[in-house]
């Protein structure tokens, strides 16, 4: 699951509950917090519309017409990416329990065997549960057709001086380093948001290498002599890596022989 840009809190999507909510089960980390009682379907603009009104609080300072031109903009936008089954699911024949309504909504029903699933079907029959968003990406999506209807646009407003804000959020094994980072043979958004903006300052790059970053956003300038010592330093830690490495390769050949060693031993060889 992917959410961007901006920022999202505690439930982001639209939900649509067909329980009772006497029925549901809470799990134990969150019994003591308060749900707000929600009359009727709540969707993503519901809940878009109650962070701009937090937002307006930090953004206070600016004036009104630049307040209006930014409440216009949609600038939260929340994504969902269902990932394709792994072969270990495919294998243990893993149940569908998300289906794609359209391009904004899903319908989620619980795993048939699990414990909350079983004991609400008893008092209400199968729990379903419809949640919207900006825009749902289905199993097919690449990962070039997910960077360019997400992440695309906001890093080209980040090029034209906006803020932005993208994070994944989701379960483990949801597929957020996927969608982030992606493989080698398919880069994710990370990567693919790096080469854009690499590509946009091509030519406008300051071909030496004196400067060195400081605290974060500032930056000096080396002499000479300083970019000598740099250049040593740099080459040293290399040099340490590379010993580093090429001891750790000789501990794991030591011990795969000695472990060859015993087995052979073992078996009387
Ligand atoms: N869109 C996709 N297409 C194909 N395979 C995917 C996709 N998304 C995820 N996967 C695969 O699903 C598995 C879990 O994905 P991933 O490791 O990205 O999850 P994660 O959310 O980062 O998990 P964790 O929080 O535990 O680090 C991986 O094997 C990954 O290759």
Known sequence: MVAMPGQSKGDVTGMEPVLDKATIIRPSYIASIELSP?????????????????F???????DISQRNSLDSKEHIQVCLRIR???A????????DCVSIQDSTSIILKGPKNSMICQRSE??????????????????????????????KQPVQDFLEGHNRLIFTYGVTNAGKTYTFQGTEADIGILPRTMDMLFKS???????????????CKDY???????????????????????EVRQQSNMDVAKCLDMETCRNEKEDGI
Do not use: C, W
Not at 123 to 149: I, L
Not at 201 to 215: A, S, T
């Open 201 to 215: 300052i091509h030519g406008k790059l300051y071909p030496d290498m004196d400067f060195k970053p400081l605290r």
């Open 88 to 95: 270990s699911e495919k294998e243990n024949e893993s149940q």
């Open 122 to 151: 008893k008092n209400v029959g199968q729990m379903v549960q419809k949640f919207t968003f900006s825009r749902v990406f289905g199993p097919e999506t690449t990962q070039e057709e997910f960077f360019d209807g997400t992440v």
């Open 56 to 62: 307006s609080l930090v953004s206070s300072n600016l």
């Open 38 to 54: 929600r009359n009727g379907p709540v969707n993503v603009e519901d809940l878009k519309a109650d962070l701009s009104d937090e």
């Open 220 to 242: 000096i300038r080396l002499t000479k002599e300083q970019v000598r010592e740099e250049i040593a330093v740099k080459n040293s830690i290399l040099r340490l890596m590379k």
């Open 84 to 86: 394709p089954f792994t």
